[in-house]
C-alpha cells in the first residue's frame, strides 16, 4: 500500500461543488484583487478564531514582513525566535533589517523555551538609554514565537517577559489555524493571544487556499490601519503614499476558496486528532514506544476540543535515517521538519552562530520525523504506517 503524507485532492473531492461555485462567482464579478469577497473572509475569519481585526495578504510570509514593517521594525533593532520553524520566520526579521535573535526551543514541544527567552533577554542584553540591547547593540523589540505543528506555546510565561522588557509579541500562527490555549479568562485561539499574529493559506496548511495566501491580525484598530496600508503600498487615497509599503494583497480567489473551507476547519482538525489517537493507539500496542517518542499534546489537560490541531504528526525516532529510507523503499510518506535547524543555514552564518549553540532544536533536526496526518487519512493507512515503522525496529 502506498500511503502519502498528504492527498489534498481527497478533501477537495468533498468540497469540490463549493469551491467551484465560489470560483466561478469571482468570474462572473471579475474583482480579483481585495475587493468584497476578501473583506467577507476577513470579516469571516475573525468570527472563526475570535481577532479583532484581519488583513488579509498574500501568504503567510508577506503577512509577517506587513506586521515587522508596520511594527516599524528595522536596522537598529532586533527580534528573538527559535531557530527550529520554517525558513519565513527568521528569513523576514533579516529582510527588514533587524537583527534575527535565536533562542533555543524546550525538548518535548519544540517551541520557544520561556527560560532561555529569560536567559537570554537577563543574562546577554543590557539596558542602555531606557533600551533593552543586544550584545551587537541592537534595540530588542519584538519575539516571535512560533506554534509549531498546530500547539500553542507557553505564551503566559513568553507575554510575562515581554510585558516586564517592553516588547511585542507576534505569534506565528501558520501552523495552527483553529488551535486553543488555556488563557487566563479562559480559551483563546492562535492568533488571538498576543498584539498581533499570522497565518499561512499555503496549501499544505490546516486551511490551505489554492495557492499563496495569508493573513495579519491585531487587536488595535489604528495598527489594523497601518497593516492595510502596508498591503496596499502605503497607499492611503488612490495614488498618494503616505509609508513604503508592498503589494502584499490577498486574492479574492484565495479569499473564496477559504471561505468555503473554513467552516469546515473544526472538523478537519478534530479528524487530525482523531488520527493521532489511532497512531498513538497503534504504536503502543506494537510495543515499540522504546524506539519513537510521541507527538506531546501540552494543553491536552486543559479541557480543550482544539488543543492540538496536529498540522503536522512529528514524532522522535531512534536511527531516524535508516528508518526514513526503510519508509521510502516502502512507499509510506514522511518527511523531515526541519534538517538543518535555522542557526545553521548558510544564508544565517553571518550572524555567528555554531554547531552546539542550541541543543535541542539540533536533537529534533537529527531525529524528528513527520508522518502522514491529514483529515482524510484511513485507519487502514494509519495502521499500516504503524506496521511498517514497527517491523523496521522489530
Ligand atoms: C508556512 C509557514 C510560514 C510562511 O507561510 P507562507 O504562506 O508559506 O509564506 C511561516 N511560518 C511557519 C511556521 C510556517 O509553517
Redesign the pocket.
Known sequence: MRIPLLDLTRQHHLIENEVMAAVSHCFQTQQFVLGATVENFEKAFCEAFDCEHAVGMS??????LAILMALGIGPNDAVITTPY??F??AGCIQRVGAEVVFVDVLPDTLHMSPARLEAYLRDHCTQADGQLKTPSGKVVKAIIP?H?FGSICRMAEIQKLAREFDLTVIE?A??AAGAEYPGQNGPVRAGAIAECA?F???PT?NLGGAG???MAVCRDADFAHKLRLMRNHGMEDRYFHRVVGGNFRLDALQAAVLAVKLPHLENWNAQRRTNANLYREAFTSLGILDHIQLPTEPWADSGLLNHHTY?QYVVRASRRDELKASLAEKGVGHAVYYPVPLHLQECFSPLGYKKGDMPESEKASEDSLALPIFPELTQDEISATAEAIAAFYR
Do not use: C, E, R, V
Not at 501568504?59 to 509577517?64: E, F, K, L, R
Open positions: 501568504s503567510g510570509t508577506d503577512a509577517q520553524t520554517f519565513a520566520t512560533i509549531l506565528d501558520a501552523q499570522y499561512s493559506f499555503f496548511k499563496d495566501g495569508g498540522h
